[in-house]
Each structure stands twice: as structure tokens, then as C-alpha cells.
């Protein structure tokens, strides 16, 4: 049976090749990371000009001369301190915080090496310079490496530059897998075949969303030969045990296919996990995650200036909404709404008015054009909505009274998508998780699908937040933010 379907799946590899783009990943990975060397080279060479210019503008001696010299070899050293701190590792590229990081390390070492060799050599080294050009030179790499990395989503979402995954793991988790990743390419990984594990009729399928499938996982390495994949990822099943794992790993290695195994800690990012070795055995250590403490208060702070900021740069705009949405069918220009909070306590939720005056006197009336399951109420054409509300939603731009509720304490800026009533009540236990911290004006569902999403989806996203949050991230979601609201997908 498995050699049937082996079979049968190496019939289907030409026309997925042909989808998934025709250059093997190697090819584009080493073609795309000459590309960052130059990008790196050109930022470089544009700080040290830069730098020699603002330092020695009006200086034309020897020690100019020299400078300028350094300035042109200056992307050699750069090239070797963005390499030493793996910038250049394909398991980062196109990652974002991760491969930034990488460059800002780079920066700081090579910084810190220039001090400490003009210290120990008691060389006369022209602060000046030095001041401006690695920072520079930083600062200019981190905002190329964006641009990169913006081209490179845009090549992935046209299907090219993709790794291709076979995913072995049950066949419901291997299936929400690859929906994930397919509504997802920015990530670079793309399902092409599943080995399914856990069921009594694997045998059976043909296919799960979307993908081939086959029973087992004795036959990964001939799925991942026929399907041409360079990544096979391990999800968490008792099936896979540790011997078994140990041979598929030595079996993948003799055509150096990438193995990724996810463990049963689902959503949980890395900073919180570390691995302890413990007896010989490596386990796999998870800190809890913090609800209070300097780091809370920090958020609390930031979500109070950001928001009486906001609101003073903002007031003449709500002056013109407000007489505009009023002047529109004499409605009030505020919508005010029961939601719920932190540890469940209720709150007042402002928002421009979109819809009709009476609209929620209407909402049962349109029950049954709900689009979404029960427990969301989402309707993509709601009759509800004016015409100036339909604007304002397009760009959330209705949501911009909540820094009131953010400045007031009810809300943050980055959280959990604030719960109506009737859908807190209906949580269950594992869902209720949400209300450990104040619902956000933004948060994981805003910049990844927004109205969009499914009630699932949603309140995976939401548990994702509350478990990993940091600052930094906060930071990521206000910034990826402005984006979603730009191409307004998900808004209505």
C-alpha cells in the first residue's frame, strides 16, 4: 500500500513543482543571500562616505586620505561581522526580529572591537568617524534588510521561495498545519504531502486539506524523494518515539533534509522555554508567563502616554467625525458598548457609530445572515451600516475612540480582542484565559486577518498573546498594525 501511494504521489510532483515555483530552494536561498551581501556591502560603503564627509568636510590632509581609504574597505569588515554574528544563516533569513537582531549584533561587536583595538594599541582613531559611521552602517542594513525582506513575502505570496514541508504528525493537526502556512506564506513553507499517524483508517486517505497523505511514517524519506521537500516537520504524537525519531533523523541526513519537531508546548514562544539538560536527557524547561510586575508596569505606562498623546494630536479629527457622523442622519456620533475586561469585569467601550441608530435592536432580525459560527456575530454586507460608517471601518478608523478606554485603564493598546457579554459567557475554561489581561485596541487578530478570522482562530490567537507577552511584541503588533489597516482586508 505505501508503495502505491508513494507511486502515485511522485505522478503529482510535476504539476506542484510547477505551483510551488521551478528553482530548487537551494538555488534561491544562495541567490537571495548574494543579494543581502551586496545589500550590506552598498549600506556600508554609503555610512562610511557619509561618515568620512560629516568628519573631514573641510579637511583635505593625510588623515583624510586615510579615512577615506577605510571607508572603502570599511563593507569588508562589515561583511565579516554580520557573518561572524550569523546574519548570513539561512534559518533566519526572512524571519524579521530574528535576523535584525543579527545585524544589531553585528554593529555593537564591531563597535566594541574598533574601542577595545584603539585602546590596546593606543591608536589615535577619530571618534568623530567612528560615531557615525557604524551606526550608520547598522541603521541603514536593518532598513535594507526590511526592504528584503518585504520583496521576499511578495515573491512567497506569487508562490516562489518557499521550502517545501512534509509534515508528519495526526492528520487533524497536520491539516490545521497546512491551512496555517497556506493562508500564511510570508513564513516560506509550504505542506506538500502528509504521513499520517493516530487513526485505524489512515490507510484510507487520499489527501487532507488540500495535500496527498499516506498512512505512517515508515516511508517519510521516499515521500520526501518523490515530493522533491527539503524540510520535514515532526508534530507531537506518541507514536513518534524517541528511537523512532532518532532514525528518521539519520535517515534525512543523507540528502540533508531539514527536520523541525514541534513540541507539545503549542503557541508558547522561545523566550520562554529553554532546554536543561536533566540526567542526560535534554528536557525542554517553560517559565510562566508574567501578568504582573515591572514589566506590566512598563505597559501601563507606555498604553497612558501613548494614549493622552494620541488624543491631543487627534482631537481636531474626532471634532470633524463627530459633526460629520451627527450631520449624517442626526444619530449620536458615539457608539457605546458593554464589553468585558480584565478578570471579567465589565466596562464601557466608545467607538465612532458606523451603523444605524438602532442597530442592535435589529440584530436579531438578522440572525440567520450570520456568516460565522454562534458565538460571533459577522455579517460582510451588514445592511447596518451607513455609508460613512463603511469608510470608517475600512481604515478602523471607528476604532480610534477606545484610546479613551485605553487612557482610563479598561484597555491596552496591544491585547486580546475585547469580548462582547454574551460571548464571555459562553467560554469555556481553557478560553477564559483571555480575560488574565486587558482586552487591546490591537492585538495578534488585528494584523492577521481581523473580522476575517474564525471564532477558533480568534481565540488562538488571543491565548498566543497572553502567554508570550512582552513589550517587544507589543511593539511588533502596533507596527505590523498600521499595515493591516493599509490594505483593509478583514474590515467590515
Known sequence: MAGQVVTGVRQRRGALTTR???????????????????????????????????????????????????????????????????????????????????????????????????????????????????????????????????????????????????????????AKLAVELGRATYHGLSVVAACVVGRPD?????????????????????????????????????????????????????????????????????????????????????????????????????????????????????VILCSIIRHSDGGPAFFRQVRVGKDGRPFVLFKFRTMVPDAEAQKAELALLNETDAVLFKIRKDPRVTSVGARLRRWSIDELPQLINVLRGDMSLVGPRPALPEEAARYRDHVRRRLMVRPGLTGLWQVNGRADLSWEESVRLDLRYVENWSFLLDVQIIWKTWAAIRHGSGAY
Not at 144 to 153: T, V
Not at 236 to 264: I, N, Y
Open 20 to 174: 510551488l515555483g521551478a528553482h530548487a530552494p537551494a538555488s534561491w536561498m544562495s541567490r537571495y543571500i548574494r543579494l543581502t551581501r551586496a545589500v550590506d556591502c552598498a549600506c556600508a560603503l554609503v555610512a562610511g562616505l557619509l561618515a568620512y564627509q560629516a568628519r573631514f568636510f573641510d579637511e583635505r590632509g593625510h588623515g583624510a586620505a586615510e579615512y577615506l581609504a577605510i571607508s572603502l574597505i570599511l563593507p569588508l569588515f562589515w561583511l565579516l561581522s554580520v557573518a561572524l554574528a550569523g546574519g548570513y544563516d539561512p534559518r533566519f533569513i526572512g524571519v524579521g526580529s530574528d535576523e535584525f537582531r543579527k545585524v544589531v549584533n553585528a554593529g555593537v561587536c564591531l563597535t566594541a572591537a574598533v574601542a577595545v583595538l584603539s585602546y590596546g594599541t593606543k591608536a589615535d582613531i577619530a571618534r568623530g568617524y567612528v560615531v557615525v559611521a557604524l551606526p550608520c552602517a547598522t541603521l541603514f542594513d536593518l532598513f535594507a534588510r526590511y526592504a528584503l525582506r518585504k520583496r521576499l513575502h511578495k515573491w512567497r505570496g506569487r508562490g516562489r521561495c518557499l521550502r517545501r514541508v512534509v509534515v508528519v504528525g495526526h492528520a487533524d493537526v497536520a
Open 202 to 318: 489512515a490507510s484510507l486517505l487520499t489527501e487532507i486539506a488540500g495535500v496527498p497523505a499516506m498512512a505512517g511514517f515508515d516511508h517519510v524519506a521516499e515521500v520526501v524523494e518523490a515530493f522533491g521537500a527539503d524540510t520535514v516537520a515532526v508534530l507531537a504524537c506518541p507514536e513518534m518515539s524517541g528511537v523512532s525519531l532518532r532514525e528518521l533523523a539519520w535517515e534525512l541526513e543523507k540528502t540533508d533534509t531539514d527536520l523541525c519537531v514541534a513540541p507539545a508546548l503549542l503557541d508558547i514562544a522561545g523566550p520562554r522555554t529553554t532546554i536543561r539538560p536533566v540526567a542526560g536527557l535534554p528536557l525542554l524547561h517553560m517559565d510562566h508567563p508574567e501578568f504582573t510586575g515591572a514589566r506590566q508596569v512598563i505597559k501601563t505606562v507606555f498604553d497612558r502616554v501613548f494614549a493622552v498623546t494620541a488624543l491631543m494630536v487627534l482631537s481636531p479629527l474626532f
